[in-house]
């Protein structure tokens, strides 16, 4: 998560500025965040790409957009090592067969935060789950609170950015709760 920003910031700054150093820091940083974490190199990449298409630019969107996926392909080839690996090895990750989904284990569609899965009788993993949950849920908690409470004593850019937070921190509050269990059943396993 640490290397997150800086992809954002070098975005930013290449779409203000689409010299070769811009180029080659956002690439660089797409590279090691390619190699730290798959979920969110996915995550992050699909942010990143309307991160920059919505940032402003001072040079033509097609220039920018041409050192953009420059960039990315450099920070793909940078770190190719390391994700023609993980696609070569695609066949031995099981957590898509029946075996993993008849247990319920990874349906989103079956863990929400407050449903409490210690009284259905899943095993003490889920419960440790339950309280992480628990956890993120009082973060969240904790993030609208402030932004309620600092939210009248900022200035205008700061009371976007607070309402950014707040609208992000309850949609994700909403999406842990079983009132998002018909969004989730639109998505498979």
């Not at 910031?9 to 010299?19: D, M």
């Not at 994700?83 to 898509?96: D, N």
């Not at 976007?160 to 509050?173: E, N, P, V, Y």
Request: positive net charge; glycine residues 4%.
């Amino acid at each position: 998560v640490s290397l997150l920003p800086y992809t954002f910031l070098f975005a930013a700054r290449l779409s203000k500025n689409t010299n070769l150093q811009n180029t080659i820091l956002l690439g660089f940083a797409y590279a090691l965040l390619v190699l730290t974490h798959i979920p969110l190199t996915l995550i992050g990449s699909i942010s990143l790409f309307v991160f920059f298409l919505i940032c402003p630019k001072t040079v033509s969107v097609r220039k920018s957009l041409t050192a953009f996926f420059s960039a990315i392909s450099l920070g793909l080839l940078l770190s190719f090592f390391h994700w023609i690996r993980v696609l070569t090895e695609m066949s031995f990750v099981g957590i898509s067969t029946e075996r993993f989904s008849a247990q319920n284990f990874y349906d989103y569609r079956e863990n929400f935060l407050f449903s409490f899965p210690y009284l259905n009788g899943l095993d003490a993993d889920i419960h440790q789950l339950w309280f992480m949950d628990m956890s993120l849920a009082m973060t969240l908690f904790l993030v609208v609170s402030f932004s309620v409470l600092f939210y009248r004593k900022s200035v205008r850019t700061e009371k976007i950015a607070l309402r950014g937070i707040f609208w992000t921190s309850l949609f994700s509050f909403f999406m842990l709760t079983l009132l998002s269990y018909p969004l989730w059943n639109l998505f498979t396993l």
